[in-house]
């Protein structure tokens, strides 16, 4: 499901115009990486949260073994579903080994 998708279907359901919804969720999206990105933890109920974390640099070789590069310390963002979204996602699981 892309973007435009979410619109299509969110206007449909809750009666707004296709603009309107663009508008509200282009805004959430902002909030969202702009609280992230300067540290702050979102938490949606029944869904998830999304949080910066500081990933470990490592070192590394190209494939050819020629040349060696150090890849820094870098903030990166994660999103950890909530306890309900991952029942979901075990439930859709479980469906599809049945069929």
Same mark, same amino acid.
């Given at each position: 499901?892309?973007?435009? &998708?979410?619109?299509?279907?969110?206007? &449909?359901?809750?009666?707004? @115009?296709?603009?309107?919804?663009? *508008?509200?969720?282009?805004?959430?999206?902002?909030?969202?990486? &702009?609280?992230?990105?300067?540290?702050? =933890?979102?938490?949606? !109920? !029944?869904?998830?949260?999304?949080? @910066?974390?500081? =990933?470990?640099?490592?070192?590394? =070789?190209?494939?050819?073994?020629?040349?060696?590069?150090?890849?820094?310390? !870098?903030?990166? *963002?994660?999103?950890?579903?909530?306890?309900?979204?991952?029942? =979901?996602?075990? &439930?859709?699981?479980?469906? @599809?080994?049945?069929?």
């Amino acid at each position: 499901m892309t973007k435009q &998708d979410l619109v299509d279907r969110l206007s &449909d359901g809750v009666g707004l @115009s296709k603009p309107e919804v663009q *508008a509200v969720v282009d805004g959430m999206l902002a909030l969202v990486m &702009d609280a992230v990105s300067s540290g702050q =933890r979102v938490e949606l !109920r !029944r869904f998830g949260v999304w949080k @910066s974390v500081q =990933r470990k640099g490592r070192h590394l =070789r190209t494939p050819d073994g020629a040349h060696e590069i150090d890849l820094p310390d !870098r903030p990166t *963002a994660v999103f950890v579903p909530a306890a309900e979204f991952r029942q =979901r996602m075990t &439930d859709l699981k479980a469906k @599809s080994m049945l069929n």
